[in-house]
């Protein structure tokens, strides 16, 4: 399994930005597919982005089309979530999930998709 570590949450104001960092070690990401989700207190966890490992095709949930940009720099083993325009219904705790080889359906992957996980970053956006 690969090791993820996130990094770049916080506290921000509403219509801010962050960048969230997702860095794998143990194994190379280049055959994973890598996504984002996000937990909020007392909800499930949801799907937020992804991005594929064969072309790099990017999925979002439609609540961040247009505001969030889930991206992936395989020389230095990291994936990125990108956040504009945040809202306070976007404040949950954001974990990184790695899986190889997957191949992501019409409806979107979900937590059980993945196999490896990082242990999360608080994001808090105040209205």
């Known amino acids: 399994q690969v090791q993820l570590v996130e990094s770049g949450g916080g506290l921000v104001q509403a219509g801010g930005s962050l960048r969230l960092s997702c860095a794998a070690s143990?194994?190379?990401?280049?055959?994973?597919?890598m996504a984002w989700f996000r937990q909020a207190p007392g909800k499930e966890r949801d799907f937020v982005a992804a991005?594929?490992?064969?072309?790099?095709?990017?999925h979002y949930v439609d609540s961040v089309k247009g505001r969030f940009t889930i991206s992936r720099d395989n020389a230095k083993n990291t994936v990125y979530l990108k956040m504009n325009s945040l809202k306070p219904e976007d404040t949950a705790v954001y974990y990184c999930a790695a899986e190889r080889l997957l191949r992501i359906g019409a409806d979107g992957p979900r937590p059980g998709d993945f196999s490896s996980w990082g242990q999360g970053t608080q994001v808090t956006v105040s209205s």
């Open positions: 991005i594929t490992w064969s072309r790099g095709t990017t």
């Open positions: 143990g194994r190379t990401i280049t055959t994973y597919t």
